[in-house]
Nanobody
Framework: QVQLVESGGGLVRAGGSLRLSCAAS????????MGWFRQAPGKEREFVATINWSGGSTYYADSVKGRFTISRDNAKNTVYLQMNSLKPEDTAVYYC?????????????????WGQGTQVTVSS
C-alpha cells in the first residue's frame, strides 16, 4: 500500500507561482510513474502532468504546457509540481497519484493510489 500526502497549496494572485509537493510512503517509489490531477467545482477530475519512474519523460495537459513543470526526487520519495503564471482557471483541488507501473500515463484509471488533495486558489 502507498500513502501520498500533498502540500504547498494556497491562495495566490493571477500571474503568481506555487510549488506543490507530494510525499510518498513507498519503498518502491523510484519504480512508479507519478501524476498530478486536478478537480474544479462541478467538473470531472482532469489530468495535469505525469512523469515516468526516472524523471526522463514528462507529459502535460495542453492547458498547462509552458507554465507547469513536474519533477521528482527519488531519494526523497517526492514528486513536485511547479506552477507558474497561474490563472484563475487553475483553481482546483490538486491530487497526487501513483501508478505502480513505471511508464508515464495520462489515464486516470491507470493510477493505483491517490492523495487527499490540496487546494489551489488563484484570484484575479
Amino acid at each position: 500500500q502507498v500513502q501520498l500526502v500533498e502540500s504547498g497549496g494556497g491562495l495566490v494572485r493571477a500571474g503568481g507561482s506555487l510549488r506543490l509537493s507530494c510525499a510518498a510512503s513507498a519503498q518502491a517509489f523510484s519504480t512508479y510513474a507519478m501524476g498530478w490531477f486536478r478537480q474544479a467545482p462541478g467538473k470531472e477530475r482532469e489530468f495535469v502532468a505525469t512523469i515516468n519512474w526516472s524523471g526522463g519523460s514528462t507529459y502535460y495537459a495542453d492547458s498547462v504546457k509552458g507554465r507547469f513543470t513536474i519533477s521528482r526526487d527519488n531519494a526523497k520519495n517526492t514528486v513536485y509540481l511547479q506552477m507558474n503564471s497561474l490563472k484563475p482557471e487553475d483553481t482546483a483541488v490538486y491530487y497526487c497519484a501513483a501508478d505502480i507501473l513505471p511508464l508515464a500515463t495520462r489515464a486516470r484509471e491507470d493510477y493505483d493510489y491517490w492523495g487527499q488533495g490540496t487546494q489551489v486558489t488563484v484570484s484575479s
